[in-house]
DNA sequence: GTGAAAGCGCTAACAA
DNA sequence: TTGTTAGCGCTTTCAC
């Protein structure tokens, strides 16, 4: 903005062509003659020209931004998402325009992402409700859902196999002959968190165990700490913890060894969920369970962009095999 | 995109007034008497209309997005910076466009940049080259640089006094009585590596002392490791090691305590920098500097709104004091 | 305060 | 292959 920019007729003017002409060399698949491209070009190239991509878009009814929504980046798995998400996309001429929710109003910003006239949205946060997936669905913009699922929204989703993750984290800590299993939620209502504790909960079943004690830790590193408080201040302690995710758990094991003075795993083990870089450094070598970002970022990806591209409005469902990865804070 | 969208036409055809007086009405500040105002707004909520963002700048000139220029999000701080600019924004009604570098190709999202029509950008990397800050000076376009300076370009920046810094770290591990103090640099060329480290050797100096040994780690994890490894591999250690940011410095102290088994600070103390949360965890108790975000994003966001509603472009530089954060890494 | 009309910079028919 | 023409949805004069 600012600055009287250069415009295609300026261009024009000085190439001695049409105004299409010059829209056309900037057009892909557009038919213009190499005589007239390379004058453009040259003529476009003196001037600094650039295309505006505004105005582009008004009358080619697609601006080529997908936003994303997303509702807070403490967890580092979050911002992991965003980066390989902006770079899928950008590799593919698409640009993401972000959405931060605030906490409390997540609808609000529903307004502001239809005013934008985006190509597609994915709604990356496990706390958002369903509604801006259904109003944007009804809109006709294609709507991923990330980590996350709506039972029967017209939404696409790409998620990990949380149940499960969840259970073979209940198998392995089963083998391992634990006895008082703990677990501390995410968000109650979240699907990851229902899910992993689904999958928890029945793999236990299958061995006649059940929860040992449980408790809540909304998906927050302060949340977390003092859930691990509660369970650790009685007398009698798990043996065992899985946090519903690694976020978490990396408070949990705070609280076990600061202030408790416990050894991990030696007085008790945490087991946890998502293997976010940390979890592999030694300082925390924390057993998990993978969601394997790459691999959903590029499902998200393809199905946005299949979608955006060919106008399908079939929602697509993904799902990421959870992998158990074994470090040492276990068994 | 998609679904015939419904436009202010419309809207004003159901309302029975003009076109105009339909802009006028989601136009602050436009004269509009509240029956019209009324029946327009009746009209609209009917409808679902929603102004076309992107209709509204190409004839306004602003487009209400800010572009944000970013290298990687590995290092914890650029995603914290990434959520509070993005609040802080939005809150005044302006949007993040992302754009993630490619390694080696920084100049490449230039294009990509100005073809959306911004009305600022914030360059949060401190190894982007000064190209695009010129270009989009040159177009009047204001830019704010995050975390980083270039000397005397037409661009604001918004920093830490990493200076001052540096001075602090090494006159607090010269009180502590270290004598063969380390120093793992960053990006060898980037202004928070240089200037970290001229407080810092200067910092030494004052006591007569000097680097002791130093060695690069590029500021990423990996490069960290190797250059602890190297650190520490020779028969005389380092008594203490200043690492240039925190998200190194986790990488150090873990091949200090898990691959050569020695105890922080026991044997061997360790200082970063940024005071990211992480340093903050029992698991790292990293002594470190501060570097204010909170500050730094609303002096960043206060820079770009001025200019971007006054048009004014005379570059601004903000420095925000550097904060000695002593924990139980060293000393 | 309101409507008519012009035009932001561009793409996409339509002829030529 | 080209130029001409008509808008995309909106803001903003300009008369009234």
Redesign the interface.
């Known amino acids: 903005?600012?600055?009287p920019?250069v415009t295609s007729t300026d261009v024009a003017r000085l190439a001695n062509v049409s105004q299409s002409a010059v829209s056309r060399t900037f057009t892909s698949g557009a038919s213009v003659s190499d005589s007239t491209r390379s004058k453009v070009l040259a003529a476009a190239e003196t001037l600094g020209y650039?295309?505006?991509?505004?105005?582009r878009?008004?009358i080619s009814?697609?601006?080529h931004?997908v936003g994303?929504v997303v509702a807070?980046?403490?967890n580092?798995f979050?911002?992991?998402v965003?980066?390989r998400l902006?770079?899928a996309l950008?590799a593919r001429g698409y640009?993401?325009?972000?959405?931060?929710t605030?906490p409390g109003q997540q609808d609000k910003v529903i307004?502001?992402i239809?005013?934008?006239?985006?190509?597609g949205v994915v709604l990356a946060s496990v706390t958002l409700s369903s509604q801006i997936a259904e109003e944007c669905a009804a809109?006709?913009?294609?709507v991923v859902l990330f980590n996350r699922y709506i039972a029967d929204a017209q939404a696409s989703s790409v998620t990990s196999d949380n149940v499960d993750g969840g259970y073979k984290l209940a198998r392995f800590l089963v083998a391992k002959g634990f006895q008082r299993i703990a677990y501390i939620a995410g968000q109650e209502n979240a699907s990851t968190n229902l899910d992993r504790e689904q999958g928890f909960v029945q793999g236990l079943a299958e061995s006649g165990q059940r929860l040992w004690k449980r408790e809540v830790g909304d998906y927050l590193?302060e949340g977390a700490a003092e859930a691990a408080r509660r369970l650790l201040q009685s007398d009698e302690r798990p043996d065992a913890i899985f946090v519903a995710n690694d976020h978490m758990a990396?408070a949990v094991?705070?609280v076990i060894?600061?202030e408790f003075g416990l050894r991990i795993p030696a007085d008790i083990s945490v087991v946890g969920y998502d293997d976010v870089?940390?979890a592999a450094?030694?300082?925390?070598d924390l057993t998990t369970v993978e969601q394997p970002v790459d691999e959903m970022i590029t499902a998200a990806a393809e199905i946005l962009l299949e979608q955006?591209e060919h106008?399908v409005v079939n929602p697509a469902h993904r799902v990421a095999e959870a992998r158990l990865v074994v470090r040492g804070s276990a068994g």
């Open positions: 903005m600012a600055k920019s650039r295309p505006n991509a505004l105005a878009s008004l009814g697609r601006s931004i994303l807070y980046l403490e580092h979050y911002s992991i965003i980066e902006s770079r950008q640009h993401v325009l972000l959405f931060m605030e307004g502001d239809l005013q934008y006239q985006i190509d809109l006709g913009v294609p590193f990396f094991m705070d060894r600061s870089p940390e450094w030694p300082a925390y955006m106008k």
